[in-house]
């Protein structure tokens, strides 16, 4: 990770990755489950949203969930604690250099973390790298530039493009769920599938309308309102009716559309 980790590790910051984790179980997690017995490595594990329901889903499977962030280990941990789940090991590391053996896990498992690495391409050659012949990868990206919205809002949209733009200043790229496919397609797998993973959020979701378009994607956007004007990118006004736009869409006519990505290849070589 280069620079500063965009979305930061603040308490508000891991509640709005739980509301998103808990928002999406189904779309994202509906078709990954992994055999008793098999191991599996978590890349960027956070305070563990993605962990509980990982560990959960599978509860025969040994995971090991990695991420740079101490605390974040810290508080993931204390959730596994918490859910009553034994299944998971934790460790501190960073994706560019994991103190694992070559082919030492079955699977790989990686979500919204990409998007934060400037070289995305080298961390998916070391993670495939760690998978036996045979094993799998899955990765899950958003990608910010997929956002629309009902009523349609310029200004929304600028605050959006402040988001993008800090992140990439960070290192990153918020646009990376539409280059899954080429990234995953140039390492060592056979097989890549990637699919896209729509939200679409009406009133007639409420729970969508208030732990997606609210709480994950509004929160993310309103969480960048300082360091966007500081870096001279928005006028405050500007920002402030941007987010006021995106809060539009939750009231009964509003709709959001969201759409990430979910990718699964096979470590070449079976
Ligand atoms: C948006 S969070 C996603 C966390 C979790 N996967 C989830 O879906 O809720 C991105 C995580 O990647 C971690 N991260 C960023 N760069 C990393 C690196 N080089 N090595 C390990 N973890 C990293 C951050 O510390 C952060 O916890």
């Not at 899955?138 to 349609?152: A, K, L, M, N, R």
């Amino acid at each position: 990770m280069t620079g500063t980790y965009v979305h930061g590790y603040r308490p508000r910051e891991n509640e709005r990755l739980h509301d998103q984790a808990g928002t999406l179980v189904d779309l994202l997690h509906s078709d990954t489950a992994y055999p008793a017995g098999s191991t599996v490595l978590e890349a960027g594990c956070g305070v563990g949203a993605q962990t509980v329901t990982l560990a959960r889903r599978s509860p025969q499977a040994r995971f090991t969930s990695v991420d740079i962030s101490a605390d974040s280990i810290a508080e993931a941990a204390r959730r596994i604690d918490r859910a009553g789940l034994a299944n998971v090991e934790f460790g501190q590391a960073d994706i560019l250099a994991l103190p694992y053996d070559a082919e030492s896990f079955d699977h790989v498992f990686v979500c919204f973390v990409l998007e934060h690495l400037a070289r995305p391409a080298d961390a998916l050659a070391i993670l495939t790298g760690l998978l036996r012949p045979g094993g799998t990868i899955t990765v899950i990206e958003g990608d910010h530039g997929s956002t629309y919205f009902h009523p349609h809002d310029p200004d929304a949209h600028a605050a959006i493009r402040c988001q993008i733009e800090l992140q990439a200043r960070a290192g990153g790229d918020a646009l990376v769920g539409r280059q899954l496919y080429p990234l995953m397609a140039a390492a060592d797998l056979d097989g890549v599938q990637v699919g896209p993973r729509m939200v679409y959020v009406d009133s007639s979701r409420p729970e969508l309308v208030d732990g997606f378009t609210r709480k994950t994607f509004t929160a993310m956007i309103e969480g960048v309102r300082d360091p966007a004007i500081a870096a001279g990118l928005i006028e405050p006004p500007r920002f402030d009716a941007g987010v006021r736009a995106l809060h539009r869409t939750t009231e009964e006519d509003g709709v959001f559309c969201y759409t990430f990505f979910k990718g699964v290849g096979e470590k070449r070589g079976t």
